[in-house]
T-cell receptor, first 115, second 116 residues
Framework: NAGVTQTPKFRILKIGQSMTLQCAQD?????MYWYRQDPGMGLKLIYY???????DKGEVPNGYNVSRSTTEDFPLRLELAAPSQTSVYFC??????????????FGQGTRLTVV | AQTVTQSQPEMSVQEAETVTLSCTYD???????LFWYKQPPSRQMILVIR??????QNATENRFSVNFQKAAKSFSLKISDSQLGDTAMYFC?????????????FGKGITLSVRP
């Protein structure tokens, strides 16, 4: 089982450039999330989705956009990259909340540096 | 909104000894999940243990156990017989059950070092 797959693993962007971080899960999970983790800090929620066609903002959505056209995919778009967006980005997914096996499954992260 | 607080930024423990990591949270919800995740230097997020709020019995997973105090909104993790491989960052997390706002909220984490 692939689980949650993020691409790329590493990326260097120049200020003002744009890019899309890809996230795919093969577990048929309804919920998907994007987090960022700054050095020595916890994870902050950027955007999340409770199903295809539905997205909502988290704590730190500015400078990012998402879409959820399918259950499997949840790409994160960075427009006009800024040094403040230098971070490690994690995608996660979880099944419908409330089941016996409720937990979030994480991708391996994308380390993004904006210079 | 839910908040999760981990007030200890770092802890250190001797190999084979026991250590307890603290976590408190704030919520008005009655039905929710609490988690401890481990993040080793590889960066991978690994679920250590899960607790359902409606269960009074504390969850255990091998050397890992929790002390869940619902009224006090406290959720500490005890690691027994600490091993060098336990060295990692540990995050406490909260997820409410129900509705469109069921998102996972993390604390800032604690860095645990196990000394040989």
């Amino acid at each position: 089982n692939a689980g949650v797959t993020q691409t790329p693993k590493f990326r260097i962007l120049k200020i003002g450039q744009s890019m899309t971080l890809q996230c795919a899960q093969d577990m048929n999970h309804n919920y998907m999330y994007w987090y960022r983790q700054d050095p020595g800090m916890g994870l902050k929620l950027i955007y999340y989705s409770v199903g295809a066609g539905i997205t909502d903002k988290g704590e730190v959505p500015n400078g990012y956009n998402v879409s959820r056209s399918t259950t499997e995919d949840f790409p994160l778009r960075l427009e006009l990259a800024a040094p403040s967006q230098t971070s490690v980005y994690f995608c996660a997914s979880s099944p419908i909340i409330g089941g016996l096996n409720t937990e979030a499954f994480f991708g391996q992260g994308t380390r993004l540096t904006v210079v | 909104a839910q908040t999760v607080t981990q007030s200890q930024p770092e802890m250190s423990v001797q190999e084979a000894e026991t250590v307890t990591l603290s976590c408190t949270y704030d919520t008005s919800e009655n039905n929710y999940y609490l988690f401890w995740y481990k993040q080793p230097p590889s960066r991978q997020m690994i679920l250590v243990i899960r607790q359902e709020a409606y269960k009074q019995q504390n969850a255990t997973e091998n050397r890992f156990s929790v002390n869940f105090q619902k009224a006090a909104k406290s959720f500490s993790l005890k690691i027994s017989d600490s091993q060098l491989g336990d060295t990692a960052m540990y995050f406490c997390a909260f997820m409410k059950v129900a509705g469109a706002n069921s998102k996972l909220t993390f604390g800032k984490g604690i860095t645990l070092s196990v000394r040989p």
